[in-house]
């Protein structure tokens, strides 16, 4: 699987971003798909994650409640609607495929992890001003 990702930029605090992450290849709906972020300050960190088919979604503390990740497995599509943003939202945002079980050996607890993901994609800016 090759990812695609996009919608970075640069906003102001209390903005709101919509990431999108294209797949390639023929395992999108079987793939669980995650969405990571790195910065300058810190070491890539987990942000939010979905099964393959969107039924077990998991957030990082940090974004609960203003982040939403959902897929479109029509589109080879995953998504990363980001409210509220905060300037300490700013980072490189990367997308991830894998395949978790049932259709991986890879349990899907592990879906947080980013060494677990078969395809890794580019990052996309995001960078929120105060």
């Known amino acids: 699987v090759q990812l695609q990702a996009s919608g970075g930029g640069l906003v102001q605090a209390g903005d709101s971003l919509r990431l999108s992450c294209v797949a390639s290849?023929?395992?999108?709906?079987?793939?669980?798909m995650g969405w990571f972020r790195q910065s300058a300050r810190k070491e890539r960190e987990f942000v939010a994650s979905?099964?393959?088919?969107?039924?077990?979604?998991r957030y990082a503390d940090s974004v609960k409640g203003r982040f939403t990740i959902s897929r479109d497995n029509g589109k080879n599509t995953v998504y990363l609607q980001m409210n509220s943003l905060k300037p300490e939202d700013t980072a490189a945002y990367f997308c991830?495929?894998?395949?978790?079980?049932?259709?991986?050996?890879?349990?899907?607890?592990?879906?947080?992890?980013?060494?677990?993901?078969?395809?890794r994609g580019q990052g996309t800016q995001v960078t929120v001003s105060s």
């Open positions: 979905i099964n393959w088919s969107g039924a077990i979604i």
């Open positions: 290849g023929r395992t999108f709906g079987k793939s669980g």
């Open positions: 991830a495929a894998g395949l978790f079980t049932p259709w991986g050996s890879t349990p899907s607890q592990d879906m947080d992890i980013w060494n677990k993901y078969d395809s």
